[in-house]
């Protein structure tokens, strides 16, 4: 049985090498998505069991179409990586000495980084609706936030209200399609070395807290792999918990974060209600 994966932004950076883990297993057909052509040419022909389609994520009719063609040729989906994404420009604070500033162009950050995820998402229950009944409860969508979906960061204001959305609608779906047997997970890694991180972003940063792609990779692995985890805080999260999870990837660790706590009983019930 060979198990079906379509990973967007996955001709670089985390995406490609989740690809490339997952294709040394031989247990894989690996479908990475991305806007470069070259690039993701590249990528595939560097592995065995890869193939790639050129797609802007931005656009519903052209994530729509390959779904459907990776489905039809494949009959099944198991994994949906939803991970691309770009890093912002920090326009928001600029200074200006019109009246009327300028419109910030933020429309490439929360077009790929939030309407992209949503989109790929949105396809992926589709597909995994349609996929054999022996998956359910097999099937896995990972959406890549950040940390910056957990604290805010005063250098990417705009991004990081993007991946704190990606996380807050990951625990917004997971209950409902985990009922429908599927394992929905945001993953919020720290500062990874990848090709988004420019020099500029990276001088921001101390080289301690700089983490590799393998660090996020393997969380990714266990999840997909893995019916329960215990985290690095050795909190243990069961196989009926194992979905609408926000997870910290820090270094070789990583700690599944909790939702705010309730301040008093109307916020709870508010909640309930808000939970169907």
């Known amino acids: 049985m060979v198990l079906v994966a379509l990973i967007t932004g996955g001709t670089s950076g985390i995406g490609l090498d989740v690809a490339q883990q997952l294709d040394a297993t031989g247990l894989w057909k690996i479908h990475i998505i991305g806007s470069n052509l070259s690039r993701g040419e590249k990528a595939a022909a560097s592995l065995k069991n890869t193939i790639f389609h050129q797609v802007d994520v931005t656009k519903y009719e052209q994530q729509s179409a390959t779904f459907d063609k ?7 989906l198991d994994f949906v990586f939803a991970n691309a994404g770009i890093a912002e420009d920090t326009v928001f604070f600029s200074r200006h000495d019109t009246g009327i500033p300028p419109r910030p162009d933020i429309s490439g950050v929360t077009d790929i980084n ?10 992926a229950m589709h597909y995994f609706r349609r ?24 250098h990417t204001p705009v991004y990081t209200a993007t991946k704190h959305a990606l996380v807050g609608f990951t625990r917004s779906v997971g209950k409902q399609l985990w009922d429908e047997g599927v394992k929905v997970n945001a993953i919020c890694p720290g500062v990874v070395i990848t090709p988004m991180i420019t020099p500029e972003l ?3 940063f101390s080289e301690r807290v700089l983490i590799s792609m ?8 266990k999840l997909i792999s893995e019916d329960e985890v215990t985290d690095s805080k050795g909190t243990f999260v069961s196989r009926d918990r194992l979905h609408s999870q926000a997870i910290l990837v820090s270094g070789e660790k990583y700690y599944c ?6 301040f008093d009983e109307e916020t709870q019930l508010t909640h309930q209600h808000m939970m169907g």
Request: aromatic share 10%; with cysteine.
């Open 114 to 123: 939030l309407t992209g995820a949503i989109y790929t998402s949105y396809l």
């Open 202 to 204: 990276k001088a921001f």
């Open 131 to 154: 996929s054999p009944e022996e998956t359910m409860g097999k099937r896995n969508l990972i959406i890549t936030s950040s940390i910056g979906g957990l604290y805010p960061c005063m």
């Open 214 to 221: 393998s660090d996020v990779t393997n969380v990714v692995l």
């Open 70 to 76: 990776i489905f039809n040729e494949e009959k099944r």
């Open 257 to 262: 974060v909790d939702m705010p706590e309730y």
